[in-house]
């Protein structure tokens, strides 16, 4: 995507930000987040954002790294909701 960075999310941020993005969004507004964490039984290893050695696997995980804001973004919406 345009304007995205190529920077390496280390594991540990990546799962973080994966765990703060499921915890504001309901699996009604995003279902890829319940269906990833479904189909990966919970295991990070299986997760979409789990691509060694950069874990950029997960658009939003990496917009979450790349961008703080989109973060704070995630939570007024779903404050909203």
């Known amino acids: 995507m345009a304007g995205e960075s ?3 999310n ?3 941020v990546a799962l973080q930000i994966c765990e703060e993005i499921r ?3 309901s ?3 995003f279902p890829q987040c319940g269906d990833c964490v479904k189909a990966s039984k919970g295991n990070p290893e299986k997760m979409c954002f ?3 050695p950069d874990y950029r696997g997960c658009g939003l ?3 979450g790294f790349d ?3 989109a973060l704070q973004k995630t939570y007024e ?3 909203e909701s």
């Open 27 to 29: 699996r009604r507004l």
């Open 50 to 52: 789990y691509k060694p």
């Open 77 to 79: 919406l779903a404050s």
């Open 67 to 69: 961008t703080p804001q």
């Open 23 to 25: 915890k504001v969004r």
């Open 6 to 8: 190529s920077n390496p």
């Open 61 to 63: 995980v990496n917009r």
């Open 10 to 12: 280390p594991k540990d």
